[in-house]
C-alpha cells in the first residue's frame, strides 16, 4: 500500500458512483500517490500483483478492508458444503420404484445436495451393464431442468455403475435466496424480542413510580390537632388548674367558688 508497493509503473482504477471501478489509467507509482492525495487524503491499494502492470484502487484503506471483510464474511455465511445423498437401484428397477429413486433424487438436488446416482447388479447381472448406462442416462435426462452430471457414469468393481449429479445454478441462486429470507426472519424475530423485552422493562419501572408517588402516609388526627396547637392549649388549662389546687388547697367551699 502507498509507497510500500514495488512497482514502478501501475494500472490505477478507483469507485466510481454506479459501483464499478472506473480506470484512471497507466501512470508512475509517484504520480498514482499524488493522485491519492488529491482525491481527499486516500490510499493507494495494491489489489492485483499479477497483472502487468499491477492493478492498484484509489481507496480508503479501512473502508475497503471492511467492505472486503463484509463480503467474505456473506459469501462464507450463504456457502455450505453440500452433502452427497445417494439413490440405488437395480437395472431391471419397475416403473414405480424408479419413480420413487427420481423424486428422492429431486428433493436433494432441490435442497442444494449433491446426488450420486447407483445401478447395483448382482452375479451374473454384470454382464447386462449397457442397460445400467441407459438408466443412468434416462435419470439424468429427466433431471436435466435441474441438475448438471458431474463427468461420465463409470464402474465402480465388477457390480455397480455410478455418475454424480450436482444441482443446477438457479437451484443453488434459489436454495442462498431461501436461506437468506429464513436468516432476515430469524433477525427480525430476535430484533421483535429484544424490543418486546426493552418495552416490558420500560412499563415496570413507570409502574414503581408511580408506586412511590402515590405511596404518601395518611395524617393521625392527634397529629393534625397537635400541628394546629389544639392538644397543646388542653394539657397547658389542665396544669394550671392542678396548680391552683395545690396553692389554695382543695375542699369543697373552694370547689364550690371556683367551679
Not at 469507485?15 to 501512470?27: C, Q, R
Not at 443412468?136 to 455397480?160: H, N, Q, T
Not at 424475530?189 to 405511596?215: F, G, N, W
Request: proline share 2%.
Amino acid at each position: 500500500m502507498n509507497n510500500g508497493i514495488q512497482a514502478s509503473e501501475l494500472r490505477v482504477v478507483t469507485d466510481s458512483p454506479g459501483g464499478k471501478d472506473e480506470a484512471l489509467g497507466i501512470m508512475s507509482k509517484a504520480d498514482a500517490i499524488a493522485k491519492a492525495q488529491e482525491m481527499g487524503g486516500l490510499d493507494l491499494i495494491l489489489i492485483n500483483n499479477n497483472s502487468d502492470p499491477p492493478v492498484c484502487k484509489i481507496a480508503d484503506y479501512s473502508k475497503y478492508r471492511y467492505n472486503k471483510e463484509k463480503k467474505a464474511k456473506e459469501v462464507k455465511k450463504n456457502s455450505k458444503a453440500s452433502e452427497t445423498k445417494e439413490v440405488k437401484m437395480s437395472y431391471k428397477i419397475d416403473v414405480h420404484d424408479y419413480g420413487v429413486r427420481k423424486k428422492n433424487a429431486e428433493k436433494f438436488l432441490l435442497q442444494g445436495n449433491r446426488v450420486k446416482c447407483t445401478v447395483m447388479f448382482r452375479g451374473r447381472e454384470a454382464q447386462h451393464d449397457k442397460l445400467g448406462f441407459e438408466l443412468l442416462d434416462k435419470m439424468i435426462e429427466e433431471l436435466g431442468a435441474i441438475a448438471v452430471r458431474d463427468g461420465k457414469a463409470k464402474k465402480e468393481g465388477p457390480f455397480r455403475l455410478s455418475c454424480i449429479l450436482s444441482p443446477s445454478q438457479d437451484v443453488l441462486r434459489a436454495v442462498s435466496k431461501d436461506k437468506r429470507e429464513l436468516e432476515k426472519g430469524k433477525k427480525k424475530k430476535r430484533e421483535d424480542a429484544y424490543k418486546e423485552k426493552q418495552d416490558s422493562v420500560v412499563k415496570e419501572k413507570d409502574l414503581q413510580t408511580i408506586a412511590v408517588t402515590t405511596d404518601v402516609t395518611e395524617p393521625d388526627a392527634s397529629d393534625l390537632l397537635t400541628g394546629l396547637g389544639i392538644g397543646e392549649s388542653v394539657d397547658d388549662d389542665e396544669d394550671v388548674e392542678s396548680s391552683l389546687d395545690a396553692l389554695l388547697g382543695s375542699d369543697d367551699l373552694t370547689d364550690d367558688l371556683f367551679a
